[in-house]
């Protein structure tokens, strides 16, 4: 251990002991993404059952959430990884470092698809990115003007898709997942209208980021099991999870094609499935060596029978890291290789 380790390991004890502890908490305790919230479940479960530890608490609190926590500081009071569905921001990283989070780790587990489903129940559709932001944009260009949105059915859109209500549950602002969708499908399918393009920066950054509040797009909150149930509940409506939901879901659920690609294993690791994204979670350096178990915990993520191929958190959705990236990342993370500031 570096003197640095040494140094931020004495200073979490010391925050322990000011906070009325003989000791560190003997729970390892997690919050973040709920789209990681599986995986970091699974592994929970591995590691109690293997070392007889208590199972760590995880709490899904959205990717960020989970950062705003998580950057609070050092101590018992403080979680000790947080899960994301997307990099850490510069300005989450500012947050940590201001308040004496100045050691972190990041591990990149894996990838997962951003999947669009509806019930098994419900016809094929098959949609671009041009035409869900046509559906789910506060303002949209009609005959080459910006104007507040108008469509209620997807055959308004376009006569070839459902004469069905448009009704897509999906994720809050605090949710990578939200971060992930208005990134991969609303602004590349806003990109590709003349009408979108000839705005100023701004304005054009409002038009393709900002989601529809009228109805046909619904906020579900940070529990993707919600948008599952209202899914199977009423098979016109459409859903916004990762590709993991779907995954366990699939004998009541199935996916949207998108631009005629369904998400699946083989689609997702290649890229050829067009919306997808890294899953990480990021370690409190100054905790690793005082709470119980923290360590050993970090080494059943990254071990290759969780993360590796074949491994039980592929057997869950995951799509694992080639070979190369993989052991780059899991001694990195054993390491407590303490990551660079993200870019702006």
Request: aromatic share 8%.
């Amino acid at each position: 251990m570096t003197k640095f380790s040494i140094g931020m390991a004495a200073t979490a004890i010391a925050t322990l002991a000011m906070a009325g502890s003989a000791a560190a908490r003997d729970q390892i305790r997690i919050v973040g993404s709920s789209t990681v919230f599986p995986y970091t479940q699974a592994v929970s479960e591995e590691f109690a059952n293997k070392t007889g530890q208590a199972s760590p608490v995880v709490e899904s609190t959205g990717t960020g959430g989970g950062m705003k926590i998580f950057c609070g500081g050092i101590g018992e009071g403080h979680p000790d990884i947080t899960g994301a569905s997307r990099a850490m921001k510069a300005s989450e990283f500012k947050l940590c470092a201001e308040n004496g989070v100045d050691s972190i780790t990041e591990v990149l587990i894996g990838f997962d698809g951003l999947s669009v489903a509806h019930a098994s129940s419900a016809p094929e559709i098959d949609v671009t990115k041009a035409q869900l932001f046509l559906a789910l944009a506060a303002e949209v260009p009609v005959e080459g003007k910006i104007v507040p949105n108008p469509y209620t059915k997807w055959s308004e859109i376009d006569p070839a898709l459902p004469d069905a209500k448009i009704q897509v549950f999906g994720p809050p602002p605090t949710s990578g997942t939200r971060d992930a969708f208005v990134e991969l499908v609303m602004e590349e399918g806003c990109a590709t209208f003349e009408a979108v393009e000839a705005l100023e920066k701004d304005a054009k950054k409002s038009v393709c980021q900002r989601m529809r509040q009228d109805g046909p797009f619904i906020e579900a909150g940070e529990n993707d099991n919600l948008i599952v149930q209202r899914l199977q509940a009423d098979p016109s409506a459409l859903g916004i999870f990762g590709y993991s939901f779907l995954f366990e879901n699939s004998d009541t659920l199935k996916a949207v094609a998108i631009e005629g690609v369904a998400p699946n294993e083989d689609t997702i690791a290649s890229g050829e499935y067009g919306i997808s994204r890294p899953l990480f979670f990021y370690v409190k350096n100054a905790h690793r060596g005082v709470i119980a178990g923290l360590d050993e915990f970090i080494t059943e993520y990254v071990s290759e029978a969780a993360m590796g191929p074949g491994g039980y958190l592929s057997d869950r959705g995951l799509i694992p890291l080639g070979d190369e990236r993989r052991k780059a990342v899991q001694d990195a993370a054993l390491a407590g290789k303490k990551m660079d500031a993200p870019g702006a």
